[in-house]
């Protein structure tokens, strides 16, 4: 910015060398040197330096956990009923994303309590309502109709009298108003109706007043979390980047001297951008700025930083102090980038949209060419949604080697990254070059992956997982059969590594590889006692030889993590590096992948954020049907609401809003709506001289942007065309469109979308053709499965990938072997005939018949033993048997039988690795009979011990996201080890797993 004024203003020495003088920076850069300059009077270390995002999120992180765990060591019943209350596994990172609006809010911590409760519906405003309709005659009303109504009133009651909120809540579940059942046309239904609508709405101000005590606690947590940040960065002497913003403004806020001082250093004051302005910046401009020094440059219809707080209506109001103050507005009409059809196009689709300001766009460029048609608006529909947005990546590539142009000169612009492989591979098929400024991640790259588990390698050899995708890389080269072979000698696969002593079982270049990669990898450990792991790095790079695969893109990203690394070498071990690396991972950040060094050359994929302030020749924003997820996290914040959280209602299996976060939905749904609309016209604009609109569908109702534009632009993708139309501008100009709408598969004329051929190898001479990889994850699964996933995916891996059974020397001779007993228990239990039972097992049968739970289920009205059942989680079906279910007049009991040789005490314990078990349960039969199970047991048969389970959704394990975490591991073969007291009772632990016990 500095170059270019110098440039502007080269005729006129003096202003030249005033803006030589000027603070030309960003308001973090303007708020550092300020402190630095001011740091006594700001009360910070003058040697403070700035702590990058990385840094930042690492260290929150830590303390969120800290003072978690100080919390629950001084309040575990509090914690455990916060927990179980929020049912949200996304809990710490969303109250780190409200303290982060907060602290751009300029709201501190302390403060949340003085929020006032919005308005809500309450029980005396049911009571009304119900007063009303009890002194209704209810005339002409039916017997049938009276009696319904009857029942209204006496359910409605209940609800008003309760003693407490947990009471009035199961009171609505029983509640129940048929307006089908009441007579139409009269006062009464109406008041029914009025009545039914009322209660809904209560639930909110039922379950703030319910987590009342769950609410004070989040904020004692948040507190904690407040002032062990602050002084983790106070003892490294590190300023975060809402640390410089509110640090300034204070100093500016409470030292007069110092404020009167600075104001005094500048004649003007200019903020580039101010429709991205949060309130904590627009705090500190106030004190800043003088009256009649300040200019402000900003358009709302490109205010499209919400989710980093930014407040466009801190510019609405000012530019309305501005014009109501007889200040000086000027509007700024002018477009020097684009087509007149092109703003005709936008003016179009834009007119109307909540957000969007109207304002006529001029166009004031002139270009050499004048294209027929510079817009284009495709929709491409197919039975399935993957197939009908690869057949429109396709388009895109074809009509990008249609124009002829040069590759850098198109952009595809995109608002979810998940479309974007979609269109990267219609690319390569095609061979257009290009560069994606947002991609899969920077951490997800092959490169990037294959550094970090030599990484994870050099830190830890035992780390099997690592050490198997090291040896698999290119940093080894070692066979499939090799790492077979290692796997099969019976112990951990970095200890056979390391023990490997003979070649026998191994080709001869196999075993050379081998042998070479482990003399340098115990020097490169003995080298990390002495030599930063970035150095470590570097030579392991250089020694190895490693190249990438992706080429220049590949060195890029190389380079980029070896900066990183050599960054964080100044701060943390190798150990701590790797679980750095590990938490982003986890975080999954979307950092961009380094651009190569030829990107320049090819098309820019990237999101519209990522391309505000750029512009294009040729412009697509592409897949025009994706949308993003919008609700407000569990816990969020909203500078005119406070802090809300979603909670568990106790009265049935749902989560709830409470009044602060029901308020918050609603005034967010408003706002992304709002910010939405503008984000698309941001994308438009950035186009020069063509514009490309397209989006793809199964045929079924249009979503986010793309049926916006198909109502403003009177598209209908039903009936296939390929058209020259003419469409009329708010203004009343009429402008040309082509709309295309075609139906897949499609082949596209001049692109190669001939499947590319496996990967070969060949190994021992004979050629072996390798499946591309895709989708790792299994389609199916067993509850088994699932719950010993959830106890440890470590050793879940270690039995179900690698085939090991754990099995231990030990059994008591002339005993049944304990899974035949819990076999012929379980049969014996359904009723099943088995020969010559072992008469342990005909003990345990009893056992359970004996038992209350036993005696109820033979009197039950409707048993299901042995229950088979299939259903769907997420993406995956899962199967399991259940041991025993049963109705009782309106309650359901689900009861799951054990033959584990446990004491009482030891049963107890082990009830909580068989939660999830019972968890899944529940849900299949809530799928049969419509409701939850009332209450689950484990009866354990050896002590006779009966556990109940808590049926409600755990934070830690909810069977959703198990699902995710399960098929995640798959899907990254990264398997962590979940040490705890129930390694002692692991086949694995001492052997095959590196767990400490």
């Known amino acids: 910015m500095r170059k270019k004024l110098a440039e502007a203003f080269r005729g006129d020495r003096e202003i030249r060398a005033k803006m030589e003088r000027a603070w030309v920076s960003t308001v973090h850069g303007f708020c550092s040197r300020l402190l630095r300059e001011h740091a006594v009077f700001a009360g910070i270390d003058p040697e403070f330096y700035q702590a990058d995002e990385r840094e930042s999120w690492r260290l929150q992180r830590e303390c969120i956990s800290a003072a978690m765990d100080a919390l629950f060591r001084e309040h575990p019943a509090a914690v455990r009923a916060l927990i179980r209350g929020l049912s949200s596994p996304e809990f710490e990172e969303a109250a780190l994303s409200a303290y982060d609006a907060m602290r751009g809010a300029g709201v501190r911590v302390e403060q949340l309590a003085a929020f006032p409760e919005p308005r809500g519906r309450t029980v005396r405003d049911v009571a009304l309502t119900l007063e009303e309709l009890s002194a209704d005659p209810a005339e002409a009303w039916s017997v049938a109709q009276s009696r319904h109504l009857d029942a209204v009133l006496e ?32 006062t009464a239904y109406e008041l029914v109706r009025r009545l039914r609508e009322e209660i809904g709405e209560l639930k909110y101000a039922l379950i703030t007043a319910h987590y009342a005590p769950q609410r004070e606690l989040l904020f004692d947590l948040l507190g904690r979390f407040d002032r062990l940040y602050r002084e983790r960065k106070r003892q490294e002497g590190a300023l975060d980047f809402a640390d410089l913003e509110e640090f300034a403004a204070r100093l500016l806020e409470e030292n007069p001297e110092a404020r009167a001082r600075v104001q005094a250093q500048f004649d003007h004051i200019l903020m580039d951008e101010f429709q991205d302005t949060n309130g904590q910046q627009a705090k500190l401009l106030g004190l800043l700025r003088r009256s009649g020094n300040f200019y402000a440059v900003g358009d709302i219809n490109q205010s ?6 930014a407040e466009p209506d801190v510019f609405r109001e000012y530019r309305g102090t501005v014009g109501a103050g007889g200040g000086r507005l000027v509007e700024l009409a002018g477009n020097f980038r684009s087509r007149a059809e092109i703003l ?13 300001e109207p304002r006529r766009l001029t166009a004031e460029r002139e270009f050499e060419q004048l294209e027929p048609v510079a817009v284009e608006c495709l929709s491409v529909t197919a039975d399935d949604m993957d197939q009908a947005l690869g057949a429109e990546a396709r388009w895109v590539a074809r009509r990008v080697l249609e124009l002829g142009c040069e590759f850098q000169d198109v952009a595809v612009l995109v608002r979810n990254t998940e479309v974007i492989p979609a269109f990267t591979a219609a690319f390569d098929e095609a061979g257009i070059a290009y560069a994606v400024n947002h991609g899969r991640g920077f951490y997800d790259c092959r490169e990037v992956t294959d550094l970090v588990n030599l990484l994870r390698v050099i830190a830890n050899p035992r780390d099997e997982i690592a050490l198997a995708a090291v040896l698999r890389s290119p940093l080894a080269g070692v066979s499939p059969d090799a ?13 056979a590594f390391m023990a490997l002593s003979a070649p026998a079982g191994f080709e001869a270049a196999d075993y050379e590889t081998l042998r070479r990669f482990r003399e340098r990898l115990k020097e490169w450990r003995r080298r990390r006692e002495y030599v930063t792991f970035d150095r470590l790095l570097l030579a392991a790079i250089d020694e190895c030889g490693y190249r990438p695969e992706s080429g220049a893109r590949g060195d890029a990203n190389i380079e980029k993590f070896l900066a990183q690394a050599r960054g964080a070498a100044a701060r943390l071990s190798l150990d701590e590096f790797v679980e750095e690396l590990a938490l982003l991972r986890d975080d999954n950040p979307r950092e961009a992948d380094a651009p190569p060094e030829d990107a320049a050359g090819g098309v820019q994929v990237m999101t519209v954020h990522s391309a505000k302030g750029l512009e294009f020749p040729v412009v697509f924003v592409a897949a025009l049907h994706k949308g993003v997820e919008t609700s407000p996290p569990p816990v969020a914040f909203s500078p005119r ?33 709002a910010e939405s609309n503008r984000l698309l016209y941001v994308a438009m604009t950035r186009a020069e001289e063509r514009l490309f609109l397209s989006f793809s569908g199964n045929g079924k109702k249009l979503q986010n942007w793309a049926a916006l534009i198909a109502e403003a632009l009177h598209f209908h993708p039903a009936d296939a065309c390929d058209e020259v139309v003419t469409r009329t501008a708010p203004n009343g100009e009429e402008w040309s469109l082509r709309l295309v709408a075609l139906r897949a598969p499609t082949v596209f004329a001049g692109v190669d979308s001939r499947a590319k051929a496996p990967p070969v190898e060949t190994v021992g001479g004979t050629r072996f053709e390798y499946p591309a990889i895709a989708g790792q994850e299994d389609g199916n699964a067993t509850v088994t499965a699932l719950t010993e996933f959830a106890k440890c995916p470590r050793a879940y891996y270690l039995g179900h990938y690698l085939g090991f059974d754990g099995s231990r020397p030990g059994a008591q001779p002339g005993r049944i072997p304990a899974a035949e007993l819990g076999l012929q228990v379980h049969a014996l239990l359904s009723g099943a005939p088995v020969p010559d039972a072992d008469p342990e097992a005909l003990r345990l049968a009893d056992v359970f018949r004996q038992s209350p739970l036993g005696r109820r289920a033979a009197q039950a009205g409707r048993v299901e033993r042995e229950f088979d059942f299939l ?51 529940a849900m299949a039969v809530e799928r049969v009979v419509g409701r939850p199970p009332s209450r689950a047991w484990l009866h354990f048969l050896r002590p006779n011990t009966l556990v109940e389970v808590d049926l409600a959704p755990s934070l830690l394990d909810s069977p959703e996201q198990v699902v995710r975490d399960f098929q995640e591991a798959q899907a990254s073969l990264d398997f962590p080890m979940n040490a705890g007291d129930r390694c002692h009772r692991c086949p694995f632990v001492r052997d095959l797993c590196p767990a400490v016990v």
């Not at 790492?483 to 200890?495: H, I, P, S, V, Y």
């Not at 007049?889 to 999830?916: C, F, I, M, N, S």
Request: with cysteine.
């Open 641 to 673: 609401i406070g802090l809300g959280a979603r909670w568990r209602n106790p009265a049935r299996r749902e989560e709830k809003d409470d009044l602060f976060q029901h308020a918050l939905r609603q005034e967010r749904q408003q706002r992304e709506l």
């Open 871 to 921: 259903m769907a989680v997420e993406d995956l079906v899962i199967r399991g048997q259940i041991d025993l279910w049963f109705e009782e007049g309106e309650e359901t009991v689900l009861v799951d039988y054990k033959t584990d040789d446990v004491t009482r005490q030891q049963a107890h314990e082990r009830a909580r690795d068989y939660a999830l078990q019972l968890r899944l349960y």
């Open 304 to 309: 499209i930083f919400g989710f980093r707080h």
């Open 344 to 356: 005709l196009a936008v003016e179009t689709i834009a007119a109307g949209a909540p957000g969007i």
């Open 483 to 495: 790492l077979l072979e290692l796997r099969a000698m019976g112990d951990n696969l970095g200890a």
């Open 155 to 186: 359910s409605a009651e209940r609800i008003v009298t309760a003693a407490i909120p947990l009471e009035a809540l199961r009171a609505i579940e029983s509640f129940s108003a048929n307006l089908q059942k009441c007579k139409r046309g009269t």
